[in-house]
Structures are given as structure tokens and as C-alpha cells.
């Protein structure tokens, strides 16, 4: 059992990837490219997010950027309250830093 603590256990290498973090909101339309959701985490302006949503029976994905992020009280909870717009390409524009 020589040496058996040193041997290396685990590595890390850097890859690109995705992570997905579902959020249960209350989104309302706020205009024709723009929502306003109602959410437990805050988020950050200019950070995009996709949009999934029930209409007619079928799941609806739509690319989001969002545009605004507040504290809201809400039935007596501290919620937030996101503004989003909607964007077509998010590849052509760059996220806000």
C-alpha cells in the first residue's frame, strides 16, 4: 500500500459547458419583446436567461436578457422582480458587465 495516498484522486480540466438552474416565476407580459417575472433568486443585469412557458397546452422557450432586477415585497416575502427582454440572436449582442 506504498504510495497509495499520494497518487493523484481526481483532476480538474477546463471545458466549456452548460449549467441549467430551473426557477419557478410568475411571469407577466410587460410589452411585445418584454416580460416581468416575479422570482425568489435575484438576477443580474444583462444576464441571459431562457424563458420556458405553457401556452395553449405547449412549452414556449424564448431567449432572455435581463434588463432590470429589483426587490419586491410580495405577500409579505421578499421576492424579485425581473424585467426581461426578449432577444432573438444571443450570440450577435454581448452580455452587460
Do not use: C, K, Y
Not at 61 to 83: E, K, Y
Amino acid at each position: 500500500m506504498s504510495g497509495r495516498r499520494s497518487n493523484q484522486r481526481r483532476g480538474v480540466a477546463n471545458t466549456g459547458g452548460t449549467l441549467r438552474v430551473l426557477r419557478d416565476v410568475t411571469v407577466q407580459r410587460g410589452g411585445d419583446d418584454e416580460f416581468v417575472a416575479i422570482s425568489r433568486e435575484r438576477a443580474t443585469p444583462g444576464e441571459l436567461l431562457t424563458l420556458e412557458r405553457l401556452v395553449n397546452g405547449a412549452l414556449v422557450s424564448a431567449r432572455v436578457r435581463v434588463i432590470d432586477s429589483r426587490p419586491a415585497i410580495i405577500g409579505g416575502t421578499v421576492r424579485h422582480r425581473l424585467r426581461l427582454e426578449r432577444i432573438e440572436n444571443p450570440d450577435a449582442e454581448s452580455p452587460v458587465s
